[in-house]
C-alpha cells in the first residue's frame, strides 16, 4: 500500500506538472491524473492481475480490501495535500446513492442465491451470456461517459484524451 499510495502518487504528480509545463495537457487532466493516482486499486483488477500472474488470491483480495479501507482515510487527504482542493460532500447523499446502487443489487443477489434455486439454476445455465451481458454494459458505460464529457464544453479536447491513453503505456 506503500506503493500504492505513495510513490504512484508521488511520480505521477512530478510528471503531470512536468508535461502540464511543456503544455502537452491541460491543468485539469493533470489534475485529474493526480487525483487517479491518489484513489486505491479496485478488488477486480487486483484478481485479473493476480490470476494471471498465478499468484495468491487470498492474500491479493486481503490486501485490495485493506487498500480499499485505507483509501478512503488516505485518498482525500492525498489529494488535498497535491492540488489544494477542498470540497464539500452530503455524505446522507452518497450513502443513499451507494446503498441503492452497491448494498440494493447486493442483498437482492443474495436473497436470490440463498432462496430461489429456480433462479440460480436458470444463471448457472447461461453463466456465459451473463458475462458478455455484463462486459457489454461495462463498454456502454465507458462509452457513454467518454461521449458525455466531449459533448460539453471541457478545456481539454480529444487529443488531450490521446494523449492520456498513451501515458498509462510509459
Do not use: W
Not at 491479493?60 to 479501507?69: D, E, K, P, R, S
Not at 443513499?96 to 436458470?122: C, D, E, T, W
Not at 471541457?154 to 510509459?170: E, G, P
Amino acid at each position: 500500500q506503500i506503493f500504492n499510495f505513495g510513490i504512484v502518487s508521488v511520480i505521477v504528480y512530478g510528471f503531470s506538472r512536468l508535461i502540464v509545463t511543456i503544455g502537452l495537457i491541460s491543468q485539469s487532466l493533470a489534475d485529474g491524473m493526480v487525483i487517479g493516482s491518489c484513489v486505491p486499486i479496485t478488488v477486480n483488477m487486483v484478481l485479473v492481475l493476480t490470476k494471471s500472474s498465478g499468484g495468491d488470491e487470498a492474500a491479493a483480495v486481503f490486501n485490495a480490501a485493506f487498500g480499499n479501507i485505507l483509501g478512503i482515510f488516505l485518498s482525500p487527504v492525498l489529494i488535498l495535500l497535491y492540488l489544494g482542493q477542498r470540497a464539500s460532500v452530503d455524505i446522507g447523499n452518497v450513502f443513499y446513492k451507494l446503498s441503492l446502487r452497491v448494498l440494493l443489487p447486493i442483498a437482492v443477489g443474495q436473497l436470490f442465491h440463498k432462496f430461489s434455486p429456480v433462479v440460480m439454476n436458470f444463471v448457472k445455465k447461461y453463466k456465459v451470456y451473463f458475462k458478455k451481458i455484463q462486459e457489454y454494459c461495462l463498454i456502454c458505460i465507458i462509452y457513454t461517459v467518454f461521449c458525455t464529457t466531449f459533448s460539453t464544453e471541457r478545456d481539454s479536447s480529444a487529443v488531450d484524451a490521446i494523449l492520456m491513453i498513451i501515458f498509462q503505456f510509459l
